[in-house]
């Protein structure tokens, strides 16, 4: 039997990823673990430890006294608080990577899926329809980890024969939880400030295009992806996918219908040009090929399955 280990499972992916991880598997068969204690009462359904990626002799001693067979390896610092700590972010989201794929050598570890993100690529890479093997030159310390990160998986798969997974994610939308310090954060944010019937300032101009993704898509790309037959996978760095693209002005209009005098305003801050360095949009006919990906949600069907569902996780108050 699999037993499944997360790491850094208390983050917005690792939230609504550990829960689709035990709805599929059942919940002896995952162990969810994250730094901070407290993660802890986000999973009153499974097993939860605490574990600090940083130490590997614990990783060790998790994965051989749990008998884990797959490593799904969520933790990092993401590309708007890596500018403000960029030593930490490159330390985390490197040391970190590097003790998982070791602990997976060491241990024959079955399977690793670890997270990559649209934010490997750079000022200089095609902006449109953004290709697999798009020129890369990632100008944020988080881009740079991320693109070192996939180069370290390709090198384990090919040398060791790790089979390690990865998904250059668009930015991720969910409403079970708050986002983590990105650069598409305001696309969490602002479905809540339209329910607090508060104003929204924008910390991007109205105009600004990035690859996108709803949440539940984000977890049926990855359970598709660790679903799929070893020799399906002819990309061992990360797979491009693709969600959707839009602005800041229309994830606003995509909101009117439902709260028709929410406002916004816009103050572009230093993650405009973080935002600025990036696709508009994403190419993902690799991942297409090789295991079916396929999108179910764009804008509109977004916003709604939001509507309906944000005030069952957090006290707002139901639109009719
Ligand atoms: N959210 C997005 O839009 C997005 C987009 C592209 C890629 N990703 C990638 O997906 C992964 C998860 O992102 P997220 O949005 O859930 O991030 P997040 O910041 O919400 O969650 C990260 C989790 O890791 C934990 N963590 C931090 N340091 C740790 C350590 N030393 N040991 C153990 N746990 C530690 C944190 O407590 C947190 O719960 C990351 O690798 C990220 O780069 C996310």
Redesign the pocket.
Known sequence: MSKILV????????TELTKALVNKYGNEAVLA????EA?RSKFDYCRFET????DKEALASLVQSENITIIYH?????SAMGEKNPVQAWD?NMT?LLNVLEIAKEFSIEKIFW????AVFGPNSDKEKTPQKAFKDPNTVYGIS?LAGEHWCEYYFNKYRVDVRSIR????IGYKSL????T?DYAVDIYHKAFEQENYECFLSENTYLPMMYMKDAIQATLQLMDAPKEKISVRSSYNISGMSFAPAEIYQSLLPYFPNFKISYAPDFRQAIADSWPNSIDDSVAQQDWNWKPAFDLAKMTADIVENLPLYFNYKAIK
């Not at 997270?115 to 649209?118: A, F, G, N, R």
């Not at 994610?169 to 991720?172: A, D, E, I």
């Open positions: 790491i850094g499972a208390g983050g917005q992916l690792g673990t994250d730094f901070q993660a574990l600090n990626i940083m969520l933790a990092a610092i993401l985390l970190g997270p990559s993100s649209i991320k994610y668009p930015g991720l986002a983590g310090g990105g598409t």
